[in-house]
C-alpha cells in the first residue's frame, strides 16, 4: 500500500509528556477517522517492532484496535494476540471493580463523599466498550473530609503506603493505598497535582457530576467537560517514557460526547484554575494530529491562550525534564507554588513541616532530608558542569552513557543494571536501536562492552551495526571495545540518529531467561580531523 501517512505529517510537538513518533503512529492507526490513513500508520508501526515489543503505554492503546483489525482482514495472528491481551486485562478490571464497589460502600458508610476520577471514571462513562485498561483505582473525596475517608478505608483493610497518610495528603494531592487483593487506590483530595481543592470547589464539581453504576452501586463521575479538564492537567507532566494514554482519553471524551461538550464549561473552568496552557495545547494537538473536530472559536483561543508569566514557567517546569534529575529539582518550583496556593485556601502549613515530603520522606525526617539535599546538590552541579562542557563535547564528539540515558532514545534494551565495579550499562535484545542528538559530522566511534559478552568469541561473527539505515563497517574489536566510523553522509537533522545493534542472541550461564545481545556502556563519538 502506498504511504500517505508518515511521521513527516505530524505537527512539531517536543519530547517530554508527549508520544514519540512510534506512539503517535499507533495513536492515528487507533483514531484517525480516514480509514486509510489509519491502515498506513498501523502498518509503518507494526513494521518498526514485534505487536508486544514496545512499551507498555502502547500496549495499554492496542485493545481499540480490535474492531479495526477485524474491519481489515489480514491480521489474524496479530488479532489474536489482542483478544488475549484484552482477556487480561478484562480480568484484572473486574478485580478493579470489586475493589472499587467496596470502597465506595466503606467511605459511604462514613458519609464521605465521593467522585470517581481517571480511569475509573472514563471506563465508566466514555469507554463503553470497556477497553480502558487501568493501574489503579481514583476516588476524590473533599479535603475536610479526607481524615475520616483515611480512617475507614485503614479499617477495612486498606494500607497506606506512606506513613502518617493525614499528614501526608496535607500537601500532596493523593494517596495511594494497598490492598490485600493485590489492588491498590488513589485516595484524591484534588484532582490536580499542584493546585489545592476546596469543599466548594468539590461541591460545584460533583454538581455538574453524573451517575453511573459500578456493578450494582450508583456512582458519581465529572460531566465530560471537567473530565477533559483533569485529564489535561493530570497528564501533560514530564516522563522519560510519555504514557500518552491521557492524549487518547481527551479525544474520546470530545468525540463520544461532542453532542452534549459543555466547551463554555470547559473555558471558564480552565481559566479558574489557570491551566489554559495544558488545555491549549491538548486541544491543538488533537486538532493537528488526529483531526478531532473542535469548534473554530475555541482553536482561537488555543493559537494563543491567556496565561501569566508565572503559569508559563510552571507549565515549562512540569512538561520537561530538568538538567538536574533528583526528585527535589522536579518538584521544588511545582511544591513551592502549592504551598502558596494551600495558604491562600486557608491550609496552614510551616515550610519545615512541607519540604521534607516534596522529596516523599518518611519521619525521621532530620537525617533523610540532609542526604537529600546533599544528593540533589550534586546532581544540580553534574547538570550545571555539563551545561557549560556542552559546547566543547559537541565540537569535539559525544559519550553516549547508556545506564543514564533517557527510555524514549532507546528501543529493545533491557533495564539499566551495575556492573561489580559501579559501571551502569544495559542489556541490549538481538536487536535494539540507540536514539542519539550529533551534529551530522564524519565520526570516530567506540561500543564500551562490559565483560559478560566481549568480542573475542562468536560475537564478531554475529554483531552488525548500522547508522539511519546505512551499514557501518567495524574496523576492529578488542575485549570490551569495538571501533566503527560515522561518515556526515548517513545522519539524518540533528537529534534523529538512530545505531542499530544486531546481534546473535546469547544464553548465559547465570540462567538469565531474558533474550540477550551485548552489555553496552557507552557510545563514544569522536570528530575525525578533516
Not at 551502569?424 to 564500551?448: E, H, I, K, M
Request: net charge positive; glycine share 6%.
Amino acid at each position: 500500500m502506498q504511504s500517505r501517512l508518515d511521521t513527516t505529517t505530524f505537527s512539531e510537538w517536543p519530547r517530554g509528556c508527549w508520544p514519540t513518533d512510534r506512539q503517535r503512529l499507533l495513536m492515528a492507526a487507533c483514531l484517525l477517522a480516514d480509514e486509510r490513513d489509519a491502515r498506513t500508520a498501523w502498518d509503518a508501526w507494526l513494521a518498526a517492532e514485534p505487536l508486544f515489543g514496545s512499551d507498555a503505554a502502547s500496549n495499554h492503546l492496542l485493545p481499540l484496535m480490535l474492531a479495526r483489525l477485524e474491519a481489515w482482514g489480514g491480521f489474524e495472528a496479530e488479532r489474536r494476540q489482542i483478544v488475549g491481551l484484552l482477556r487480561y486485562y478484562w480480568l484484572f478490571q473486574q478485580l478493579l471493580k470489586r475493589g472499587l464497589e467496596s470502597a465506595l460502600d466503606t467511605l459511604a458508610a462514613a458519609d464521605v463523599d465521593t467522585l470517581l476520577l481517571k480511569g475509573a471514571a472514563l471506563a465508566a462513562g466514555t469507554y463503553r466498550d470497556g477497553h480502558r485498561p487501568m493501574n489503579d483505582l481514583d476516588i476524590l473525596v473533599r479535603r475536610d473530609q479526607a481524615d475520616a475517608a483515611i480512617e475507614a478505608l485503614v479499617a477495612t483493610g486498606w494500607t497506606p503506603r506512606f506513613p502518617d497518610p493525614g499528614r501526608f495528603m496535607r500537601v500532596v494531592h493523593a494517596c495511594c493505598f494497598g490492598h490485600p487483593s493485590g489492588i491498590e487506590l488513589d485516595l484524591h483530595v484534588s484532582p490536580f497535582h499542584e493546585r489545592p481543592l476546596t469543599p466548594s470547589g468539590f461541591h460545584t464539581i460533583a454538581a455538574a457530576g453524573e451517575r453511573v453504576l459500578i456493578g450494582r452501586r450508583p456512582a458519581l463521575v465529572p460531566c465530560p467537560a471537567d473530565q477533559f479538564l483533569f485529564t489535561c492537567a493530570h497528564g501533560m507532566r514530564h516522563a522519560d517514557v510519555a504514557p500518552f494514554r491521557w492524549l487518547v482519553d481527551a479525544c474520546l471524551l470530545l468525540r463520544r460526547h461532542a453532542d452534549r461538550f459543555d466547551w463554555e464549561r470547559l473555558r471558564e473552568r480552565t481559566m479558574l484554575h489557570r491551566l489554559a496552557l495544558p488545555v491549549a495545547a491538548t486541544l491543538r494537538f488533537l486538532a493537528d494530529d488526529l483531526k478531532t473536530p473542535v469548534p473554530p472559536d475555541v482553536l482561537q483561543w488555543a493559537a494563543s491562550p491567556p496565561a501569566s508569566v508565572l503559569d508559563r514557567i510552571e507549565f515549562a517546569s512540569v512538561t520537561s525534564r530538568p538538567r538536574a534529575t533528583h526528585v527535589l529539582w522536579h518538584n521544588l518550583l511545582p511544591k513551592a507554588l502549592l504551598h502558596r496556593r494551600l495558604r491562600r485556601a486557608g491550609v496552614r502549613l510551616p515550610w519545615h513541616a512541607f519540604f521534607p515530603l516534596v522529596v516523599f520522606l518518611g519521619p525521621p525526617f532530620a537525617p533523610h532530608w540532609a542526604a537529600a539535599v546533599r544528593s540533589a546538590a550534586r546532581d544540580l552541579r553534574d547538570g550545571l558542569v555539563g551545561l557549560l562542557l556542552a559546547p566543547i563535547r559537541a565540537r569535539r564528539g559525544q559519550v553516549v552513557t547508556l545506564g543514564g540515558l533517557t527510555p524514549d532514545r532507546l528501543e529493545g534494551f533491557h533495564m539499566p543494571e551495575r556492573w561489580s565495579d559501579g559501571t551502569l550499562f544495559r542489556w541490549s535484545s538481538p536487536r535494539a536501536v540507540v536514539v542519539f542528538d550529533c551534529q551530522p559530522g564524519d565520526y570516530d566511534a567506540v561500543l564500551t562492552l562490559l565483560p559478560a559478552r566481549a568480542w573475542s568469541g562468536d560475537l564478531e561473527h554475529s554483531l552488525r551495526l548500522d547508522l539511519n539505515g546505512h551499514a557501518l563497517r567495524i574496523l576492529s574489536g578488542a575485549g570490551d571495545r569495538v571501533r566503527t566510523v560515522l561518515d556526515r553522509d548517513m545522519f539524518g537533522p540533528p537529534g534523529t540518529q538512530r545505531m542499530t545493534i544486531r546481534c546473535a542472541a546469547w544464553g548465559a550461564a547465570t540462567g538469565d531467561r531474558r533474550p540477550l545481545g551485548i552489555s553496552l556502556a557507552t557510545v563514544e563519538l569522536s570528530r575525525r580531523a578533516a
